[in-house]
């Protein structure tokens, strides 16, 4: 009985944490659609979320890309079919690697700082401040990030989709793979829908990585111990809920 009651309660948390982010994006769409949009705060989201998150997304792609070619090129060189590699890297790079990663990547270097901020405010009163002088925090605090990050991720998505592959040509070209065949592999295999799958992959994570984050910011109490344990929170749930839109996007897309 005791173990059915923790997962029940375990249930209950997670539908209501659901329900919270629901309501807190429709509040958000709702502001956006009606223009109700700091337009110099959204700019300062782009490039918090995605100047700032750039430089580690290309490293952490261009040697998974990397990766991706050592366990295929020596193996597809040796039956001699060195005609593929340059498209398995491009193609497996845009459907997964990029969007992926980068969302990851995103998540522990902006997604935290979302949380931890918005908590923050919370603990201080900041966020009863701007109720009482008649400021929405969802469309003061939210809206600009979750606008931000729908625009600036698919440009994020398409440098990381150049640096997994500058990574996979490094590692094929050690194997005997030339650029003139990885390009003309890369060209030949890869479609436009791969690109735009990709891309709508990352407006997606994006979507969910602010939601959560910020609801979980929104629902810090306790103090500074508060903020650390729903920034906590915030990451692990993010990081499962990105994996499982993964796997649905995937299999609507392609």
């Not at 429709?26 to 959204?42: F, K, P, T």
């Not at 366990?71 to 845009?94: C, D, K, P, R």
Request: aromatic share 8%; glycine share 12%; with cysteine.
């Amino acid at each position: 009985m005791a173990l059915l009651s923790r997962a029940a309660a375990a249930v209950t948390h997670a539908l209501g944490y659901t329900g919270e982010v629901a309501l807190l994006g429709s509040s958000a769409l709702r502001y956006a659609w009606h223009g109700r949009i700091e337009r110099r705060e959204v700019f300062r989201q782009m490039c918090v979320i995605g100047s700032g998150s750039l430089p580690a997304v290309l490293v952490t792609v261009l040697f998974s890309g990397a990766v991706a070619a050592l366990h295929t090129a020596e193996q597809l060189v040796h039956f001699g079919l060195s005609q593929f590699i340059g498209g398995a890297v491009a193609v497996s790079t845009s459907r997964e690697i990029a969007p992926v990663l980068g969302a990851v990547i995103v998540l522990a270097r902006a997604g935290a700082g979302m949380t931890a901020e918005i908590g923050s405010m919370k603990v201080t009163d900041q966020l009863d401040a701007l109720r009482s002088f008649g400021v929405s925090p969802v469309e003061y605090l939210i809206t600009p990030r979750l606008v931000g990050a729908v625009l600036v991720l698919p440009l994020v998505f398409v440098l990381s989709v150049y640096a997994g592959c500058l990574g996979g040509y490094l590692v094929a070209s050690g194997a005997g793979v030339t650029l003139g065949e990885f390009v003309q592999s890369a060209t030949r295999m890869l479609e436009v829908r791969d690109l735009v799958g990709g891309a709508v992959k990352s407006v997606v994570f994006g979507v969910i990585i602010v939601l959560v984050c910020c609801a979980a910011g929104m629902r810090v109490s306790g103090g500074a111990a508060g903020v650390g344990r729903q920034t906590n929170a915030a990451v692990v749930i993010a990081l499962m809920s990105l994996y499982i839109a993964n796997f649905f996007l995937a299999e609507l897309i392609w």
